[in-house]
């Protein structure tokens, strides 16, 4: 890419605003993303990119790429719809673009962030195996304040993958069920009813059941005698991002206001 666009030592120096990463490195890393959530390329694993015959096609007939050419693919549309990158105006509307303050900017571009990690978090989550997924939610649960916890041997877990202590004392506990499903494969009410006839067996009354998908309506009306939290992949990215599991801070901004106390001469 250095060389391709003749940049200078200088052009490679430039840093972002934030001065903590370069522009170059911030950019390249949004043009994989996007590419990739265009469906342009591949990542069978980590520094490893390869491109798809759909990227192939592209570069055989177009000798440039812009966002407004992405927007024509229904995976990359719906990406940037959904996370808040889409700023090209829709042909189906002549109502002007809402113009935005400085701080709207700046929280319109922290969510878009946010939501672009949700999405790589659940897209690695599903790259890895079923007992990743447990220890990972173990992981979670620690992490959100309770006590130490265990995942349970995968052939004798009777319905239940793992139990954590409520508290850090350990005078109540908490059994989970951690499914790793793809986003088509909801959760559905007979398997919430499984989860708590595990429960039951294991005589407690306190459940979590995690899934990387979403819920079917009948498994979300289900009730039960039991206290159980059902938390879908929109839900547990958040909390991962929240509680900083899988994820580290690369930055940090501050924004700060004016004090009108300091300039109260009584005060001072």
């Not at 120096?13 to 990739?36: H, K, P």
């Not at 009948?218 to 599991?245: C, F, H, P, W």
Request: proline share 3%; aromatic share 10%; with cysteine.
């Amino acid at each position: 890419m250095i060389n391709h666009f003749n940049l200078t030592d200088e052009d490679c120096a430039l840093m972002t605003r934030g001065g903590n990463e370069t522009q170059l490195d911030d950019r390249i890393g949004w043009c994989r993303q996007w590419l990739r959530r265009a469906l342009f390329i591949t990542i069978p694993q980590n520094g490893t990119y390869s491109i798809t015959q759909r990227g192939l096609n592209y570069l055989s007939n177009h000798s440039s790429l812009t966002k407004k050419d992405l927007m024509e693919y229904s995976e990359f549309k719906a990406y940037a719809t959904n996370n808040g990158i889409d700023d090209i105006p829709n042909p189906d509307t002549t109502e002007p673009n809402e113009e935005l303050s400085p701080t709207e900017s700046l929280e319109k571009a922290y969510n878009s962030i946010n939501n672009d990690l949700a999405d790589e978090l659940l897209t690695n989550i599903l790259e890895q195996s079923p007992t990743f997924f447990e220890k990972l939610v173990l992981k979670l649960l620690e992490n959100m304040g309770y006590g130490e916890g265990r995942v349970t041997q995968r052939t004798h877990d009777e319905g239940i993958d793992g139990v954590i202590n409520e508290d850090k004392l350990g005078l109540d506990i908490i059994h989970f069920q951690a499914k790793r499903y793809k986003p088509d494969n909801k959760v559905t009410r007979p398997t919430m009813q499984s989860f708590v006839g595990a429960l039951d067996g294991a005589g407690v009354n306190k459940g979590v059941f995690i899934t990387t998908s979403s819920f079917t309506k009948d498994a979300l009306e289900y009730k039960s005698t039991k206290k159980i939290a059902k938390i879908d992949g929109r839900q547990l990215t958040k909390l991962m991002i929240q509680y900083n599991v899988g994820v580290f801070t690369e930055y940090t901004y501050e924004v700060k206001k004016i004090d009108k106390d300091f300039f109260d001469e009584e005060q001072i």
